[in-house]
Nanobody, 122 residues
């Protein structure tokens, strides 16, 4: 079992920045790939970014490429999502998740956090 807890969400104006954190506990965080997903009201959960267990490889959705950066600190059992140049369409609940396999597919992730709300005003 891995427990995940997101933090860092909030209300920000368009063009602003936020840094989301994902604190992991339980089984060894460094054994897992990590992903960030988001879900806006009335929409399906969508992939945002993923990172391998070592941090050597990352992957981004086209909609956030160049604006968001995923990272992790395996010593601290923490994952991060730095979000810059935020847009109103980035408004959603953001979730971190871990999985043994590096993937963009939410269905493959085994453990999920509760989510943190990000609201971007225009």
């Amino acid at each position: 079992q891995v427990q995940l807890l997101e933090s860092g969400g909030g209300l920000v104006q368009a063009g602003g920045s936020l840094r989301l954190s994902c604190a992991a506990s339980g089984r060894t965080f460094s054994s897992y790939a990590m992903g960030w997903f988001r879900q806006a009201p009335g929409k399906e959960r969508e992939f945002v970014a993923a990172i391998t267990w070592s941090g050597a490889r990352t992957l981004y959705a086209d909609s956030v490429k160049g604006r968001f950066t995923i990272s992790r600190d395996n010593v601290k059992n923490m994952g991060y999502l730095q979000m810059n140049s935020l847009k109103p369409e980035d408004t959603a609940v953001y979730y971190c998740a871990v999985n043994e396999r590096y993937s963009v597919l939410a269905t493959l992730y085994d453990y999920w956090g509760q989510g943190t709300q990000v609201t971007v005003s225009s």
